[in-house]
């Protein structure tokens, strides 16, 4: 269980902003070798690619929710992204940021503003 009492106050963490980290994420996988040590995640499937990529074509807002019941969900949302050929905003919780130096700086770079 994480311990999610932080006795620090709130700062504000701003996405990163730029192409080049989630373009060399994807290109690598290294979604795949964090989540495979981390989750034990060793395959997966996407669905409904296709609609994803027609509406982000059209213009449209599109808001993906991962429904948390592992600690990896979010991140497996990258396996979408890549399969779509874009790059995802994403928000993280405030404790996460206090899980070592690499997730507070990892975080942005996995899913930041394109």
Known sequence: MQEIIIEKPYHFVPAHRGNWWPSFIQK???I???LRRSAGVVSHECRGVELLRESLDAGH???LTPNHCRAADPIVIGYLAREAKTHVFAMASWHL???GRFMAWAIPK???LA
């Open 28 to 30: 690598f996988d290294l």
């Open 32 to 34: 795949s070798i964090w």
């Open 61 to 63: 807002g599109v808001m």
């Open 97 to 99: 940021y206090h899980q």
């Open 110 to 112: 996995w899913a930041p």
